[in-house]
């Protein structure tokens, strides 16, 4: 008998779910509650799948031998809640799609990084001419890929959401960047919950596999130590030599070479495309990675100095008059705006602010008074922002526009001077996502 599949959210990830478990002959029947955009709207018509929007039929929907569940929908609902109680298995995408793929895996996961690394990953191994996909919580549906496509290698970008619902999933290859405070809500507002999530990319893997981390990151190397790992563990660090990995050491990136351990690869970091001691580590995570599928020492050079970044992730938009205006709108959380402010090396003119996810400001003290001359809140309610940065700024300037942040920029900016936009927030009380905010500032920029 063929077995029921109800998908949960019809997104990129619901859409190829149903487009694998058609393909599987099973029984697809995908759910929304709210409204299915109308490209997808037309998929699942033309796969012939059944479907409902703008609600959940509870009965229907626990006639479920599994359910599909997009990262994006918290335990919590109503209809997860009962399907747990009833004891259907609840998966994520990747659990599902990599049942059906004999393609290695290289995952990335890490509260921050993660999508860089994935691209730099992707990038590097194209260029080195494999067969491979990009996929994850990034770019087209990794279950549609595996329906459609026939690739060797996966390279996924991999949220903790979708790692919670993963039980055997077991890639080749894991990076884990950092890990800090983020998504608490999600987690009863357990730190250690979040953590032991972003372990899960470990779980299944064995002594031939590796797993790649973050050797400066305390929190992964406490967690390190009551981790039982059997992949190969394989460290960068910055501020330290390691073993059988990379690190960084006056100014020059040092990769473990397995055939020649004496005779380590070596590079100028100030070649790197992407800059910052944040751009370093990814660097180095995705040139390890390389390195453990034996990729070419020059393929990897050339692609750490030609790769190009994500939209909105620390993107120059343009110089005007002697200001850089630099778009990092993807930077909704401290730590990432941390990571933004770290690698100016001007002046800077700071564009900060939107929703606050229960912000603390503290690690950001430092950079902000040794690097910003004044502060742009771009949001509806900004007063933690003056709060916290009061003291170490001169001026804070209140706007609630992308057109009008840029213009107040304009006025108080001077020749090398930059303006970064870093929101550390999210961006929903002015803008539909932050990729709508950093394409208005963007856009703000190119008509000064």
Not at 17 to 39: E, H, R
Not at 393 to 420: H, Q
Not at 423 to 436: G, I, R, T
Request: charged fraction near 20%; proline fraction near 3%.
């Amino acid at each position: 008998m063929n077995k029921n599949i109800v998908i949960i959210g019809a997104g990129e990830s619901g859409i190829g779910c149903a487009k694998l478990a058609k393909q599987k002959q099973f029984n697809v029947f995908v759910s929304d509650s709210g409204v299915i955009k109308p490209n997808y709207l037309n998929e699942l018509k033309q796969m012939e799948v059944e479907f409902e929007q703008g609600t959940h039929h509870i009965e229907r929907i626990l006639n479920a031998d599994e359910i599909i569940k997009s990262p994006g929908i918290p335990d919590s609902v109503e209809v997860i809640q009962k399907a747990i109680s009833k004891g259907i298995p609840i998966i994520s995408e990747i659990e599902f799609a990599s049942r059906y793929t004999n393609a290695k895996h290289i995952a990335i996961t890490g509260t921050n990084g993660k999508t860089t690394t994935t691209l730099l990953c992707y990038h590097i191994l194209k260029k080195a001419g494999l067969n491979v996909g990009l996929g994850g919580n990034i770019g087209k549906s990794y279950a549609k890929q595996v329906a459609e496509e026939n690739y060797d290698y996966y390279v996924l970008e991999i949220s903790s959401f979708q790692l919670d619902n993963t039980y055997t999933f077991r890639p080749h290859i894991a990076i884990l960047t950092n890990i800090t405070p983020d998504h608490l809500d999600r987690y009863n507002y357990q730190f250690q919950n979040y953590i032991e999530s972003k372990f899960r990319i470990t779980m299944n893997q064995q002594e031939s596999d590796f797993f790649i981390y973050n050797a400066d990151d305390k929190v992964i190397q406490n967690q390190l130590e009551n981790t039982n790992i059997k992949a190969q563990k394989t460290p960068f660090s910055y501020y330290q030599q390691v073993e059988k990995g990379a690190y960084i050491n006056n100014q020059q990136l040092f990769l473990y070479n397995q055939q020649n351990p004496l005779n380590p690869f070596t590079m100028f970091i100030n070649d790197f495309a992407i800059k910052g001691i944040h751009n370093c580590n990814n660097s180095m995570a995705s040139a390890i990675a390389a390195n453990v599928l034996n990729i070419n020492k020059d393929t990897i050079r050339e692609s750490l100095m030609d790769f190009q970044n994500l939209e909105h992730r620390l993107e120059h938009v343009a110089t005007v008059r002697g200001v850089d205006y630099i778009n990092d709108s993807k930077a909704t959380n401290v730590n990432s705006a941390w990571y933004a402010l770290e690698s100016m090396d001007k002046p800077v003119v700071w564009i900060v602010g939107g929703v606050d996810k229960g912000n603390d400001y503290t690690s950001l003290l430092p950079l902000v008074k040794e690097k910003v001359r004044m502060i742009i809140c771009l949001g509806l309610d900004n007063n933690k922002i003056h709060s916290a940065f009061g003291k170490e700024v001169d001026l804070i300037i209140n706007t609630s526009s992308a057109l009008e942040a840029v213009s107040v920029a304009k006025a108080f900016a001077a020749n090398g001077d930059v303006v970064l936009l870093s929101p550390a927030c999210a961006s929903f009380d002015l803008f539909a996502n932050y990729e709508d905010r950093g394409n208005q500032f963007k856009q703000a920029v190119r008509n000064l």
